[in-house]
Nanobody, 125 residues
Framework: QLQLVESGGGLVQPGGSLRLSCVAS????????IGWFRQAPGKEREGLSC????????NYSHSVKGRFTISRDNAKNTVYLQMNSLKPEDTAVYYC??????????????????WGQGTQVTVSS
């Protein structure tokens, strides 16, 4: 069974950090670009970042650039999202997803074939 599982979410104070993990089972992430999305209540799903298959390059949305860092460890079949300087507006369910291309459109959810179930991140004092 092909599956992505996120973990690492939780409650953190403004200015704090969290590291999310996305582990694949049933398939190798070597051949996929991996993206992170989030969705807050009442809002559309937002594409945040995508790391290319080789891990040599990544894209970031304006809302997280400079604060979030995406990385991958193909040996562990895992992709990470390090989130620093968290703000209350970062509160959302965070999802990882896999797509078979590293081309344009990394923020477009429809271009991703596999999705995790999401992990809640809450930034509050």
């Amino acid at each position: 069974q092909l599956q992505l599982v996120e973990s690492g979410g939780g409650l953190v104070q403004p200015g704090g950090s969290l590291r999310l993990s996305c582990v694949a089972s049933g398939f190798s992430l070597d051949w996929y670009a991996i993206g992170w999305f989030r969705q807050a209540p009442g809002k559309e799903r937002e594409g945040l970042s995508c790391i290319h298959m080789s891990g040599g390059s990544a894209n970031y949305s304006h809302s997280v650039k400079g604060r979030f860092t995406i990385s991958r460890d193909n040996a562990k079949n895992t992709v990470y999202l390090q989130m620093n300087s968290l703000k209350p507006e970062d509160t959302a369910v965070y999802y990882c997803a896999a797509r078979g291309t590293s081309g344009n459109g990394y923020t477009v959810a429809l271009t991703y074939a596999y999705w995790g179930q999401g992990t809640q991140v809450t930034v509050s004092s």
